[in-house]
C-alpha cells in the first residue's frame, strides 16, 4: 500500500508542476493566487486521486498512467516556453486530453518497438557463451547465397 501512495504522489507531483507550467503566462487572481499556483494545485489533487485508484484497483494501466504523465510534462514545458501554445491548449480541453493521450500511446509504442529489439541491440551485455553461439551464424544474406 505504501508504494502505491508513493507512485502516485510522484505521479501527483510531476502533475502539478505541468498544471503550473500550463498556466505560467496567464494573468490575474483566482482567490487571491496565482493561476499558475491554483491549477498546479488541482492537477495535483486530482490526477493524484486518481493514480491512487488506478493503481490500486486497475494496476495494469499503471505504465499507461506513466506515459500520460510523461507526454503532460513535455506539453506543459513547450507551453511554458511557448505562451501561443499555452493559450491555444487552455483554451481547447478537447485538444489537450487528445495530445496527452495521444503521445503517450505513441511513447507506449517507441518503448515497446524498443524492448523488443533490446536483445539485437545489447548483445555486448549478453553471457559469454550466448555471444559466442551467435558469432557462429552466418550473416542473414550469407545463407542466401549473396553474402
Request: glycine share 8%; charged share 10%.
Amino acid at each position: 500500500m505504501d508504494r502505491i501512495w508513493a507512485r502516485a504522489t510522484a505521479i501527483a507531483l510531476v502533475s502539478g508542476l505541468s498544471g503550473a507550467f500550463f498556466y505560467a503566462h496567464t494573468p490575474g487572481l483566482i482567490a487571491g493566487y496565482a493561476p499558475w499556483l491554483m491549477a498546479g494545485l488541482v492537477y495535483a489533487i486530482l490526477i493524484g486521486l486518481t493514480a491512487a485508484t488506478i493503481f490500486r484497483f486497475f494496476p495494469r494501466f499503471g505504465p499507461f498512467l506513466y506515459h500520460t504523465t510523461a507526454t503532460r510534462m513535455m506539453l506543459a514545458c513547450t507551453a511554458a516556453a511557448v505562451p501561443d501554445v499555452a493559450q491555444r491548449l487552455t483554451t481547447s480541453p478537447i485538444l489537450n486530453a487528445t495530445l496527452i493521450v495521444g503521445g503517450a500511446f505513441l511513447l507506449q509504442a517507441l518503448l515497446r518497438s524498443r524492448s523488443a529489439h533490446a536483445g539485437a541491440v545489447s548483445l555486448a551485455y549478453a553471457p559469454v557463451s550466448y555471444r559466442a553461439a551467435t558469432a557462429q551464424t552466418p550473416p542473414l544474406g550469407a545463407a542466401r547465397g549473396r553474402g
